[in-house]
């Protein structure tokens, strides 16, 4: 890890710089359209190693490997026929290709797993960034292991300042939750979602055919896991300091949901914690000590984007329990209950 003072960088100028960096095997926070990323040369086996020191991350989770263009991808992955069309269809933009590796992977990119993942970002700075390293760029969300990712430069700063070398300021985010995982499935026919994100399983099967795409459902991991399938499927991940709380009532109107939150807050009166809440726009906020307004409650692109600067709030206003209504919509909806219900898993 760093060690010394974060450098902060912007413009023009603080592209040059970071891609400087990258090249001498540093660690440099960058935005994509989804999260802010923590990047390192990935194909310096000695630099990934450091992303996993700074965030805590252990070596089984791999990471991403973010390139500008189809040269950068076959010094990585092979591309069977197939993905093509995926490609065509959806890069840049917020879809992770599980595809084989080649022998210019480090080991630790792909927790030692034939399939790397690979994608390109459609963030004007992250692809100057990865153009002029000229090297693509490994990179996981850049937060602590397991904590709420980053969307904007100051979340970046308030997990790992002092931790990594540098972090380019872009601004906020635009998507809000990670890429899409897509890969084989394990059946070994069809196509996996191993996280669901910014790209839908409807958006997929436009192009792949119905019934093609399944989603993974992880199971509860019993001790140390050799590797997982891919990055984003760990059973307990996203979390904010604070209790996370889901009112998760499915089939209901808003008013009858609205109804079962303050029930939720009414239970928690009497105990000692400070209660947050994430609560969509127009609701009655009145009962609720902290809260977030969390946007537009059939909004599913509004709520992505805000989901993680909500929790972050929260924490920082010092909730020791958020809660949090848990959207329906179809799309981007399945990321979004996919990030809070593994925010929401006890250890």
């Given at each position: 890890m760093s060690g010394g003072k974060t450098e902060i960088l912007t413009g023009e100028q603080g592209v040059g710089?970071?891609?400087?960096l990258l090249c001498e095997g540093a660690t440099v926070a960058f935005p994509t359209e989804t999260v802010y990323g923590l990047g390192a040369n990935a194909l310096d086996a000695a630099a990934v190693a450091k992303i996993f020191a700074a965030k805590e991350r252990p070596g089984w989770d791999p990471v991403i490997a973010h390139v500008s263009d189809r040269e950068m991808v076959d010094r990585i992955a092979e591309v069977?026929?197939?993905?093509e069309r995926l490609m065509e269809f959806f890069w840049p933009g917020p879809l992770t290709l599980l595809l084989p590796r080649t022998a210019a992977v480090p080991d630790a990119v792909?927790?030692?797993?034939?399939?790397?993942?690979?994608?390109?970002?459609?963030?004007?700075?992250a692809l100057e960034l990865i153009r002029r390293a000229g090297v693509p760029i490994a990179a996981p969300s850049a937060n602590r292991f397991g904590r709420t990712s980053p969307t904007t430069a100051a979340h970046v700063l308030g997990d790992l300042e002092?931790?990594?070398d540098a972090v380019l300021d872009g601004g906020p985010t635009s998507v809000g939750v990670e890429s899409t995982v897509l890969g084989p499935a394990e059946s070994g026919s069809g196509w996996m979602i191993y996280r669901p994100g910014g790209v839908s399983r409807e958006d997929?099967?436009?192009?792949?055919?119905?019934?093609?795409?399944?989603?993974?459902?992880?199971?509860?991991?019993?001790?140390?896991?050799?590797?997982?399938?891919s990055p984003g499927v760990g059973i307990r991940h996203y979390a904010p300091r604070a209790r996370l709380l889901l009112v998760d009532v499915s089939g209901k109107r808003p008013v009858v949901i609205e109804q079962r939150l303050v029930e939720t807050i009414d239970r928690l009166a009497d105990s000692k914690d400070e209660i947050g809440v994430m609560l969509p726009d127009g609701w009655d906020g009145s009962y609720a000590p902290l809260v977030y307004r969390w946007g537009p409650w059939g909004n599913g692109e509004v709520l992505a984007r805000r989901l993680f600067a909500?929790?972050?709030?929260?924490?920082?206003?010092?909730?020791?329990?958020?809660?949090?209504?848990?959207p329906e919509m179809d799309?981007?909806?399945?990321?979004?209950?996919?990030?809070?219900?593994?925010?929401?898993r006890e250890k």
């Open positions: 710089r970071a891609a400087a069977p026929p197939e993905v792909t927790a030692g797993r034939p399939l790397v993942g690979v994608r390109i970002p459609a963030h004007p700075l002092g931790r990594i997929l099967e436009r192009v792949l055919g119905s019934g093609s795409v399944e989603i993974f459902r992880p199971a509860r991991i019993e001790g140390t896991p050799e590797s997982l399938p909500g929790l972050r709030e929260l924490d920082h206003a010092n909730a020791t329990v958020i809660v949090c209504p848990v799309g981007i909806g399945e990321a979004i209950r996919d990030r809070l219900r593994k925010a929401a």
